[in-house]
Protein backbone atom coordinates (compact mmCIF):
# COMPACT_ATOMS: atom_id res chain seq x y z
CA UNK A 1 0.00 0.00 0.00
CA UNK A 2 1.53 3.03 -1.28
CA UNK A 3 0.16 6.70 1.01
CA UNK A 4 1.17 9.78 -1.02
CA UNK A 5 2.82 11.60 1.96
CA UNK A 6 3.03 15.55 1.87
CA UNK A 7 6.36 17.13 0.31
CA UNK A 8 9.16 18.04 3.07
CA UNK A 9 12.15 20.06 2.19
CA UNK A 10 14.68 19.91 4.79
CA UNK A 11 18.38 20.96 4.98
CA UNK A 12 21.65 18.18 4.59
CA UNK A 13 25.24 18.66 4.98
CA UNK A 14 27.75 16.87 2.57
CA UNK A 15 30.39 15.52 4.23
CA UNK A 16 32.97 12.60 3.40
CA UNK A 17 30.80 11.04 0.79
CA UNK A 18 27.13 11.23 3.17
CA UNK A 19 24.70 13.27 3.37
CA UNK A 20 23.34 14.32 7.16
CA UNK A 21 20.15 15.62 7.61
CA UNK A 22 19.89 18.64 9.62
CA UNK A 23 16.42 18.16 10.49
CA UNK A 24 15.01 14.98 11.62
CA UNK A 25 12.40 12.95 9.57
CA UNK A 26 8.88 11.60 10.44
CA UNK A 27 9.02 8.58 7.96
CA UNK A 28 8.55 4.95 8.22
CA UNK A 29 11.26 2.99 8.23
CA UNK A 30 12.16 2.24 4.29
CA UNK A 31 10.50 4.76 2.97
CA UNK A 32 11.51 5.47 -0.42
CA UNK A 33 12.38 9.03 -1.23
CA UNK A 34 13.54 11.78 -4.40
CA UNK A 35 16.16 13.37 -3.45
CA UNK A 36 16.77 16.93 -5.48
CA UNK A 37 20.02 18.31 -4.43
CA UNK A 38 19.57 22.38 -4.76
CA UNK A 39 23.16 24.12 -3.60
CA UNK A 40 22.14 26.91 -0.70
CA UNK A 41 23.91 30.30 -0.97
CA UNK A 42 24.69 32.04 2.05
CA UNK A 43 21.82 34.31 2.15
CA UNK A 44 19.50 31.97 1.94
CA UNK A 45 20.70 30.12 4.91
CA UNK A 46 20.88 32.87 6.60
CA UNK A 47 17.13 33.69 5.78
CA UNK A 48 16.20 29.91 6.63
CA UNK A 49 18.20 30.13 9.79
CA UNK A 50 16.75 33.63 10.76
CA UNK A 51 13.50 31.89 9.92
CA UNK A 52 14.00 28.91 12.15
CA UNK A 53 14.98 30.76 15.22
CA UNK A 54 11.66 32.60 15.01
CA UNK A 55 9.68 30.36 14.26
CA UNK A 56 10.73 28.46 17.30
CA UNK A 57 10.56 31.68 19.54
CA UNK A 58 14.72 31.66 20.22
CA UNK A 59 14.23 35.71 18.64
CA UNK A 60 12.19 38.37 17.19
CA UNK A 61 11.91 40.70 14.75
CA UNK A 62 13.57 43.78 15.16
CA UNK A 63 11.05 46.65 15.91
CA UNK A 64 11.04 48.91 13.02
CA UNK A 65 13.58 52.52 13.54
CA UNK A 66 11.27 55.28 14.81
CA UNK A 67 12.74 58.75 13.65
CA UNK A 68 12.87 61.57 15.83
CA UNK A 69 13.47 64.82 14.43
CA UNK A 70 15.82 67.51 15.92
CA UNK A 71 13.90 70.36 17.49
CA UNK A 72 16.19 74.09 16.91
CA UNK A 73 17.64 75.88 19.76
CA UNK A 74 15.37 78.64 19.63
CA UNK A 75 12.21 76.32 19.71
CA UNK A 76 13.39 74.72 22.82
CA UNK A 77 14.22 77.93 24.77
CA UNK A 78 10.41 78.91 23.67
CA UNK A 79 8.79 75.28 25.08
CA UNK A 80 11.01 75.61 28.24
CA UNK A 81 9.85 79.10 28.87
CA UNK A 82 6.11 78.63 28.75
CA UNK A 83 6.37 75.47 30.65
CA UNK A 84 9.05 76.14 33.41
CA UNK A 85 6.99 76.38 36.80
CA UNK A 86 8.99 77.47 39.95
CA UNK A 87 12.55 78.28 38.55
CA UNK A 88 14.87 75.64 37.00
CA UNK A 89 14.81 71.92 37.81
CA UNK A 90 17.99 72.55 39.41
CA UNK A 91 17.16 74.67 41.51
CA UNK A 92 13.65 72.99 42.60
CA UNK A 93 16.15 70.13 43.62
CA UNK A 94 18.32 72.29 45.63
CA UNK A 95 15.72 73.87 48.10
CA UNK A 96 13.97 70.05 48.03
CA UNK A 97 16.93 69.00 49.63
CA UNK A 98 17.66 71.84 51.73
CA UNK A 99 13.85 71.24 53.43
CA UNK A 100 15.09 68.10 54.38
Sequence with gaps: M???MPDTVTTAIYERGVLRLLD???LPERTR?????????????RQRTE?????TGLVTSPKPTVTVETVP???LNDIAQRYAVGG???????AE????
Excluded: C, F, K, Y
Design 2 to 4: NHA
Design 24 to 26: PLT
Design 33 to 45: VRVVIQSIGEDEE
Design 51 to 55: QVLAD
Design 73 to 75: EGR
Design 88 to 94: PLSELII
Design 97 to 100: RDGR
